[in-house]
Structures are given as C-alpha cells and as structure tokens.
C-alpha cells in the first residue's frame, strides 16, 4: 500500500510490528477515553472557508526560540521510539533536519544522546522527567548540553506511570522472565521485516540514556519496573529552579492542561508550555488537548511559547490547533507510524503531506502567513455566519 496520508502509515505500522510494540505506540490508558477524545475533538473543529483572496504565495515558516523552521511542527518524544525502525531515533532526527523542523529525543529512546547528536546535522531538543537520582539526572542533562540541545522538553504528567491495558494483553508489560520474552520473540518471529531489520540488524536492544542505571537488566520488564521505581511522584514547582540552576537553555513544560498550570509554569520562568495530555496515556477521562489548549492560550500566550500534541493526524489538525492558540505543534504517533511503515523516507513523507494538507487549509480559509492563523478561521459553537 502507498501511503496518502499519515493515517495510512498507521495501517503500514500494524502490519510491519509485532504487536507488543503496536500495541505500545497505539494505545492509550484504562478505556482509552482521553485518547479517543484527542481526535475526536479535534476533528470537531468546523474551519470558516473563504473565498476570493489571493492566496499564491502561502508561507508556512516561523521562528521558535530564535530557530526558523520551515512550518510550526516539530516531532514529538516517544519512549521506545528506536524499536520501530533499525536505530529509529537516528532516522527521525535526519527526516526532522531535512524537513527544518525540530525533533525532540525522549529520555527513555533507544538511542542514546551521543548517537542522535552524530547522526543530526541541527540543534535538536531534548525531553526529561523528572527522576529520583538528581546525579543521574544531572549528567543527563550534561550529556544534553554537550550534544548541542538547545531546548529542554521537561514533562511533569507522569510522576507515576499510566496503566495501559493493551500493553498487559499484548505481553510488553506484565510479562517477567522467560515466558514473556518467549511470547515477544514469538510475535517477532511472525514479523520477519521487522525482526531482520531490527531484532536483528537494529541492536543493542537497550534504553540508551537509561541503561547505564540499568545495568545487566535489560529487558522490557527491567525497563518498566525502572520507570516505576525512579519516577519521582514527590515533584513540585520549585524542582524548576533546580533544573533551570543545570540547564542554560530554554525550558518548556510539557503536560499542561489547566490554565492555573500555565501561570505557573510562567511564574516559575518556563520559556514555553505544551498543552498534552501524554497522548491520553496517563489520566483516562482528562480533557483533551483541543479543549484545553484555548483558556491557556488566553492565559500565558503572551508570556511563554505555547505548544500543543494530541490527536494530531493531519496537516488540517495542525491548523486546527494553531486557530486555538498553539504558536507550534508536536506530532506524536504520527511520525512514530511513518517510521515503522518506511523509516527515514516515510518520516519525511509523512511531514511533506503535513505541509501540503496546511497549504490547503490555509489557501482555503484565505491565510497566507501563519502569524494570521487565529480564532477568526474558526466556526465556533453557537457561530451560523
């Protein structure tokens, strides 16, 4: 199948992984309230079509925090990311850096930082939790700093991990020992793409930044019970200074939800905030990112950058979001479909239908510049004109 749309990778990305690894990247928390409301949200969000403008010269390009980039889109974090495609992260960042947008590496990928920064040809971000071992922390953010990271994605919704059902049923979580191992290698097996090109080819099988606290455990169950064991759920605003007395440069927030969040977040010397709800991977039944993302615009749009993730399946959803108030957009599973279904090429295919479905959206609402995306493009609710 040739893939027309991001969604259609989606569909390349089931048939190409095991499903423990599908399931991973697919699935949300509990019932998957949140992550159905995510896209169901933002598909609701009716766009004011108009017509007779001269639209011929349409320019997507922006800055954020003093870096141009070619549209307001940057490529999200996503733990376990490598594992889709042979040394995914390094496929990612390159498809990022030819597209001039930025591309995030997560705290828990598979490719360690040193591995991302060899194969990226631009600054790329970097994202953090916060963790229990401040020293392991600090060298961290060190090893960030030291590759060139310019900004630091710091995400505050998970002081505990979510409980993801399909990751139990599939056996990537919840299955210790020989017995899980065998059920993933079976799964693998039934796969032979992906395991020649990364069960194979793709090693080491490990969690790059975390495995030197990791040590000989390895595995996914190691991995997981890591996560439990060192997340700090003790996390409070002042552990901003404490990052910020590490990190010289920008500092964004990731996980905001509510407005009084936002002031917060700006009181305590953020540069920037992404309005997410963890892809609906944490708090089954929280609001959705589209219907979060207005009254924090409204409330800190003037003081910090504000970004948004969450349901994003389109170049219209972009435009979406950016009516609402976010200033850049995070695409999440997106990218992480296109790089199972085609790694690097399918990144980069995927984010070139992106920018070809913006131009549209905009050229059909009569916008050329995206500074001039607002809440004048949208129907909102009660609006017949």
């Given amino acids: 199948m040739k893939a027309a749309s991001a969604l259609d990778y989606r569909d390349l990305a089931r048939r190409r992984l095991p499903p423990f690894l599908f399931e991973y990247v697919d699935g949300g928390s509990y019932a998957e309230?949140?992550?159905?409301?995510?896209?169901?949200?933002?598909?609701?969000?009716?766009?004011?079509?108009?017509?007779?403008?001269?639209v011929s010269q349409i320019d997507l390009s922006t800055t954020i925090f003093g870096q141009e980039l070619s549209m307001p889109v940057a490529l999200a974090p996503i733990g376990l990311a490598g594992m889709n495609a042979r040394r995914g992260e390094t496929q990612a960042v390159r498809a990022a850096d030819k597209a001039g947008i930025p591309f995030c590496l997560s705290t828990v990928s598979a490719c360690p930082i040193p591995e991302v920064a060899a194969a990226a040809k631009r600054p790329f971000w970097f994202q953090l939790y916060m963790i229990r071992d401040r020293a392991f922390m600090r060298d961290l953010l060190a090893q960030a700093a030291a590759a060139g990271c310019t900004t630091l994605v710091f995400t505050v919704d998970m002081p505990v991990p979510g409980s993801r059902y399909r990751d139990y049923r599939s056996g990537l979580a919840g299955a210790s020992g020989f017995m899980g191992a065998a059920r993933r290698v079976a799964q693998a097996m039934m796969h032979p793409r992906w395991a020649w090109d990364v069960g194979i080819h793709g090693r080491p099988h490990a969690l790059g930044n975390v495995a030197p606290v990791l040590g000989a455990n390895t595995g996914l169950e190691d991995f997981f019970a890591w996560m439990r064991n060192n997340f700090e759920p003790a996390v409070g605003w002042d552990d901003i200074a404490w990052i910020r007395s590490q990190w010289a440069g920008e500092i964004v927030i990731k996980g905001i939800l509510d407005p009084a969040d936002a002031q917060e977040a700006a009181n305590n010397g953020a540069d920037g905030l992404v309005v997410s709800n963890h892809g609906g991977r944490q708090l089954d039944g929280a609001l959705s990112s589209t219907r979060a993302l207005p009254p924090i615009a409204q409330a800190v749009g003037d003081r910090m950058v504000v970004m948004a993730d969450g349901g994003v399946r389109s170049g219209l959803d972009v435009v979406r979001l950016l009516a609402l108030g976010a200033q850049c957009v995070l695409l999440g599973r997106a990218w992480v479909y296109a790089l199972a279904g085609g790694g690097e090429e399918g990144i980069s295919h995927m984010l070139d239908l992106v920018r070809a479905e913006m131009r549209v959206a905009m050229a059909l609402t009569g916008t050329t510049r995206i500074a001039d995306i607002d809440a004048t493009m949208l129907h909102l609710p009660g609006d017949h004109g």
């Fill in 33 to 54: 309230v949140t992550l159905k409301r995510n896209v169901a949200d933002l598909e609701a969000i009716a766009l004011r079509q108009r017509v007779l403008k001269d």
